[in-house]
T-cell receptor, first 112, second 111 residues
Framework: EAGVVQSPRYKIIEKKQPVAFWCNPI?????LYWYLQNLGQGPELLIR????????DSQLPKDRFSAERLKGVDSTLKIQPAELGDSAVYLC??????????FGQGTRLTVV | QKEVEQNSGPLSVPEGAIASLNCTYS??????FFWYRQYSGKSPELIMS????GDKEDGRFTAQLNKASQYVSLLIRDSQPSDSATYLC???????????FGAGTTVTVRA
């Protein structure tokens, strides 16, 4: 069974430029999470989807971050414009009805 | 108070010893508890889940849950150098299903 797939694996952009991350969850998983992880810290939730509905986006900086999950499957996380402080690893995870969550490989973003 | 707190590391143990990792959580109604292993530069990998009070064993790993004390732990028996990683505790509450993580404890197994 294929796991959670994320792309790209690495991204280097200049500040003020836009960037987008893509996630394909495990087939049949209705819950999808986007996390941000800084070095030496645990993952911090940005947004959680139940099917196509964003049920928790309280930690998403909505002035520059946006996300969507069309048709309740794939999801895209966007940052526009990126700031130096956005440099981090962006992790996508999925689960079936809030049970065990599995992570993708992550996208390491560097903003210069 | 952070939602999920883990004992600060790093934790260094000799090969063959038991590594003991602790985690406390603030939401009393939490129902699902997970341990993830994260190697440097990699994403978190689920190694244990526990939902009921008591012990759950899986190979060399044992998870222990005490909901009254809001405490969950992970024991790694016969530690191997390949166990060297950061271990993340995660908690899910029916209040928000947020799946909150601790900061992690880094374990180093000395050969």
């Amino acid at each position: 069974e294929a796991g959670v797939v994320q792309s790209p694996r690495y991204k280097i952009i200049e500040k003020k430029q836009p960037v987008a991350f893509w996630c394909n969850p495990i087939s049949g998983h209705n819950t999808l999470y986007w996390y941000l992880q800084n070095l030496g810290q645990g993952p911090e939730l940005l947004i959680r989807y139940e099917n196509e509905e964003a049920v928790d986006d309280s930690q998403l900086p909505k002035d520059r971050f946006s996300a969507e999950r069309l048709k309740g499957v794939d999801s895209t996380l966007k940052i526009q414009p990126a700031e130096l402080g956005d440099s981090a690893v962006y992790l996508c995870a999925s689960s079936f009805q809030n049970t065990e969550a599995f992570f993708g490989q992550g996208t390491r973003l560097t903003v210069v | 108070q952070k939602e999920v707190e883990q004992n600060s590391g790093p934790l260094s143990v000799p090969e063959g010893a038991i590594a003991s990792l602790n985690c406390t959580y603030s939401d009393r109604v939490s129902q699902s508890f997970f341990w993830y292993r994260q190697y440097s530069g990699k994403s978190p990998e689920l190694i244990m889940s526990i939902y009921s009070n008591g012990d759950k064993e899986d190979g060399r790993f044992t998870a222990q849950l005490n909901k009254a004390s809001q405490y969950v732990s992970l024991l790694i028996r016969d530690s191997q150098p390949s166990d060297s990683a950061t271990y993340l505790c995660a908690v899910n509450s029916p209040n928000d299903y947020k799946l909150s993580f601790g900061a992690g404890t880094t374990v180093t197994v000395r050969a």
